[in-house]
């Protein structure tokens, strides 16, 4: 599926994704699929994210603190706090650095648990695209602090595409499962 490039098709793919990928969810749960993610041996799967993720709780937690970078992201730099979107230390060189604190920030959370703060972190994303009108999600140098972003580019990547990306990953957990 194309990236979205207006507000419309960005509501409606992110919406459309999160269904898909809720869907596998619920057909993991069906076939009574418990396993650990374990992709080590396939040597295909060689990004970082094949091996950090243990269990489809990290994959739900992983999905709602992305959320929760876009909605800080946004909400700060509104009300005039100049804020980059990947919080400090961290850079687009070592935010898979960041994402493993994710995990261990969530060693306690249960999958129920990830599962509720994933619905309403979705809902709150998809509340927060609303607030804007097209251009000002997908025009270039509308908002300073998106740098040479479009705004809406960094909503695709948090919400949509990254849905593929969560789509992608419990699918081959099905597969080796099945």
């Keep these: 599926m194309a990236r979205p490039t207006n507000k419309e098709d960005l509501l409606k793919q992110s919406q ?14 069906e076939k009574g699929i ?3 993610l374990d992709f080590s041996d396939e040597p295909k799967k060689k990004e970082a994210h094949w091996a950090r993720d ?3 709780k990290d ?8 959320h929760q970078l876009m909605i ?3 909400k700060d730099n509104l ?4 804020k980059p979107f990947l919080p400090a230390p961290y850079n687009w060189k070592t935010y898979g650095q960041m994402n493993v604190t994710f995990v261990q920030k969530h060693a306690k959370t249960t999958l129920e648990e990830a599962k509720e703060l994933l619905k309403t972190s979705h809902a709150q994303v998809m509340d927060l695209i609303e607030t804007f009108i097209n251009d ?3 025009s270039k140098n509308v908002f300073p602090w998106s740098g040479n972003n479009a705004l809406g580019s960094y909503f695709v990547s948090t919400m949509s595409s990254h849905y593929d990306w969560g789509i992608k990953k419990l699918k081959a957990h099905i597969r080796k499962n099945s």
């Excluded at 459309?16 to 749960?29: A, H, P, R, S, Y």
């Excluded at 994959?59 to 992305?66: A, D, P, R, T």
């Excluded at 009300?79 to 100049?82: A, H, I, P, S």
């Design 136 to 138: 000002q999600l997908f």
């Design 54 to 56: 243990k269990d489809i």
């Design 59 to 66: 994959v739900l937690i992983h999905l709602y603190e992305w």
């Design 79 to 82: 009300v005039g706090k100049n």
């Design 72 to 74: 800080a992201f946004v």
């Design 34 to 36: 418990t396993t650990a």
């Design 16 to 29: 459309e994704n999160f269904d898909k990928f809720w869907q596998l969810l619920v057909t993991i749960e």
